[in-house]
């Protein structure tokens, strides 16, 4: 009787076998940054047709659709606002995830090392807020806007670096990635230090109070993902109702996930969560946020109104000029001050190229942008300002890259 049902079974299951391969495939690709770049890429490519069509203003409903069940009771929330807080909530755990990776088994666990991407990420924050205050002083409500420059796309800029620069040595990867987590964290902590309006305590008790458990729980080496899913949306929803943003449960909860290697050799929690929500991430939560909020008018008026206003001129100041400088003047002053040490592997010429391409803010900046600038007329103007800012930091980059490409096959 068993060979019967086993036989039924097959024949059930082979049609939809294709399938699970190519899903299966279709992760694995999610899993690197490059693809999730260029998914990412796509997504803001399609909402700036469909803003610059005849059916815009479908677009623009499709934003503004609120899903807010009375139940939930976390107040007006729209299909901009679940993107913003939810899917990136997603998004900043995995970044959580790569920061504890970092601290426990790659560049920031040895300070010496850590110096220098970590002095760089600093003034690259720093340096790209100051170019914008002095570019927008002056114009009413500007300043609130003071961080949307100061972070970096990893995705992005991972995709641009594969694309232009095929030989790129793996300590320059390394100083890329390292920058990145550290710039995400510093972009994390202002959102919760400077973007929260009105707080309400007991959420926000009982949000700390879930990630104190789930903590605990991965500290006791606790590995059912069904205890830790309720966790996780629950602390989110705590912290959604507490005037913080929900981001920050997202990147508090990838921090605490265990990266302790088990006896057994099995993939460590962190490893497992990693391994299931990257796609997901790369897949779908960051373009569904790049689709939502990257629609804008590009025409003659809309671009002339960005030229026109100081404050998306200090968002492309700060992003293209302010993190240049911050990221390669900071890398060279730690060296210069014997704070930290370049790699043999790597050249100014390289460091620059990724001074430069740490201009492409594209999700965060975003994300802060909206924060910052509850006009929605402000908010198009700095998002056309990210827009424009990332594509001329992607293109001086690619120059920078492609040219030493070209020294490194003629010095082979």
């Known amino acids: 009787m068993a060979r019967p049902t086993v036989r039924r079974r097959v024949a059930a299951t082979w049609p939809f076998r294709p399938t699970v391969r190519y899903g299966t495939q279709v992760a694995v690709a999610l899993r690197t940054e490059t693809i999730g770049g260029v998914v990412m890429l796509l997504a803001a490519v399609a909402a700036l047709v469909w803003a610059n069509t005849p059916w815009a203003d479908a677009y623009k409903s499709m934003q503004t659709f609120e899903i807010s069940p009375h139940w939930l009771h976390i107040g007006h929330m729209d299909v901009q606002h679940w993107a913003s807080s939810g899917l990136l909530a997603v998004f900043f755990f995995i970044a959580g995830l790569e920061l504890r990776e970092e601290l426990t088994h790659g560049e920031l666990r040895n300070p010496r090392d850590a110096a220098l991407p970590v002095l760089a990420a600093l003034a690259g924050v720093a340096v790209p807020a100051l170019i914008f205050l002095a570019v927008s002083v002056g114009e009413p409500g500007a300043s609130s806007g003071w961080a949307v420059p100061t972070a970096t796309d990893i995705a ?3 995709a641009v670096l594969a694309v232009t620069f095929t030989s790129c040595p793996a300590p320059l990867r390394a100083f890329l990635l390292t920058l990145a987590v550290v710039d995400d964290l510093i972009a994390i902590t202002i959102i919760a230090l400077f973007y929260t309006h009105e707080m309400h ?3 926000l008790g009982l949000g700390a109070v879930l990630i104190g458990a789930y903590g605990w729980l991965q500290h006791r080496n606790v590995r059912s993902p069904w205890v830790y899913v309720p966790l996780a949306l629950l602390a989110w929803y705590c912290l959604q ?3 913080v943003h929900a981001t920050v449960a997202g990147v508090a909860l990838g921090m605490l996930t265990s990266p302790k290697e088990t006896p057994d050799g099995r ?10 929500l990257r796609p997901f991430s790369a897949g779908v939560c960051v373009p569904v946020f790049a689709f939502v909020s990257a629609g804008v ?4 008026s809309q671009l002339g109104a960005v030229f026109t206003d100081r404050v998306a001129l200090g968002v492309i100041a700060g992003l293209v000029i302010g993190k240049f400088v911050g990221v390669f003047g900071g890398a060279w002053a730690a060296v210069r001050l014997g704070w930290a040490n370049l790699s043999e ?3 100014w010429h390289e460091i620059a190229g990724v001074a430069l391409l740490a201009g492409v803010g594209f999700t965060v900046s975003l994300l802060i942008g909206g924060l910052a600038y509850t006009d929605p007329s402000q908010f198009e103007r700095v998002t056309t300002a990210v827009l424009i800012a990332s594509v001329l930091a992607s293109a001086a980059a690619a120059v920078v890259f492609r040219r030493r490409v070209r020294l490194r096959a003629r010095r082979d």
């Open 156 to 158: 992005f800029a991972l």
């Open 201 to 203: 305590w007991t959420p």
């Open 241 to 243: 109702r507490s005037g």
């Open 267 to 276: 993939p460590t929690n962190a490893e497992r969560a990693d391994h299931a």
């Open 297 to 300: 008018g590009l025409g003659a």
């Open 345 to 347: 592997d790597l050249h």
